[in-house]
């Protein structure tokens, strides 16, 4: 399969609208390339999940954004600034989520975001009041029935929305989010997910995930990038990233009380034909296009395979 389309979705965005812009970003340790010309942009209210094997460069892209790690070379602007020289007021607009949070076992929940959110006061603007109230940010995670219990004694669950409050705590215009969902149940991960859709939609905060959860990213993501070997191999909505792959959908629907499935790459000339022969005596129609998984292994495997 050759990957076509644009790689560098979003770096058409007019630059008063872009809230990242990544430009041929490289990065070399010693003789090998960790970046070899990565470059996106993204908009304000945006969700990417960036996506990749491991080693494929997802950390140190982000770990550059965020302005704790040094380029080698290319252009980087976040909220039009480097962040590699990016002082207090600009770290006040960006939260991080990471993995998990090893300290503050002896603050009970409520004193710590308190504590926390004290660091913000001074950069709230009349658009955008910072901190956000402890109470209500308690209620916005889960934690309410939790705000005076010692850190220490939280449940994994608990300690994973703690994480996600300390990074939303400021109310942030943009928001890294690192495997966010590691250790939550069925449940909680609807709730965070709901969480994310409120912060894109109310407070149009731009997001940029990465997950192992192909699922996640599929129902989060505005646009999905995938990084291999330093580079970006694929970029688009899910949907988008599917139609890139040449594979089957799988139909499945019921006649005279009898349940059939049948591939087609093709469906909709599949389906109009069934409906033609069948009409009303079809029914529980249900086509499944190519999922993201399927999409993402074929397009990983297609990429190393390819001689670049």
């Known amino acids: ?36 010309g990565v470059s996106f942009a ?28 040094m380029r080698s070379s290319g252009e980087v602007s976040v909220f039009g600034v480097d962040p590699a020289a990016a002082g207090e007021p600009w770290r006040a607009r960006v939260g991080v989520v990471l993995q998990s949070w090893r300290d503050h076992g002896k603050w009970r929940v ?10 913000y006061a001074r950069y709230a603007t009349p658009a955008i009041a910072r901190p956000w109230p402890v109470d209500d940010l308690l209620d916005v995670v889960g934690l309410t029935a939790a705000a005076d219990s010692r850190v220490a004694r939280l449940s994994g ?12 705590v400021g109310r942030p215009e943009l928001l890294f989010l690192d495997e966010p969902t590691v250790g939550f149940d069925p449940a909680a991960r609807r709730e965070f997910h709901d969480l994310v859709h409120r912060l894109t939609d109310v407070d ?45 959908s799988e139909i499945r629907w019921t006649r005279d009380g009898q349940r059939f499935v049948h591939s087609a790459v093709e469906a ?3 389906v109009r034909e069934l409906f033609r ?10 086509v499944r296009r190519t999922s993201l998984e399927d999409t993402y292994m074929r397009m990983v495997r297609d990429f190393e395979g390819s001689d670049r």
């Open 277 to 286: 022969q069948y009409g009303d005596d079809i029914a529980d129609l249900e």
């Open 42 to 69: 993204a908009r304000r209210g945006e969700v990417i999940a960036l996506l990749g094997p491991n080693g494929a460069g997802k950390t140190t892209t982000i770990e550059i954004l965020e302005g704790f790690r």
């Open 157 to 168: 669950g608990q300690r994973r929305r703690l994480d996600v409050a300390i990074g939303i």
């Open 204 to 248: 149009t905060t731009t997001v940029l995930l990465t997950t192992h959860d192909l699922d996640e990213a599929e129902k989060l993501a505005d646009r999905i990038l995938i990084l291999n070997e330093g580079r970006i191999i694929a970029n688009g909505s899910a949907d988008e990233l599917s139609r890139q792959v040449a594979g089957e």
């Open 1 to 36: 399969m050759t990957l076509t389309g644009t790689l560098e979705s979003g770096t058409d965005l007019p630059p008063d609208e872009r809230v990242i812009d990544v430009r041929d970003l490289r990065m070399r340790y010693g003789t090998k390339d960790v970046l070899a």
């Open 268 to 270: 909709t000339s599949f």
């Open 110 to 119: 409520r004193e710590l975001l308190h504590h926390l959110g004290t660091y």
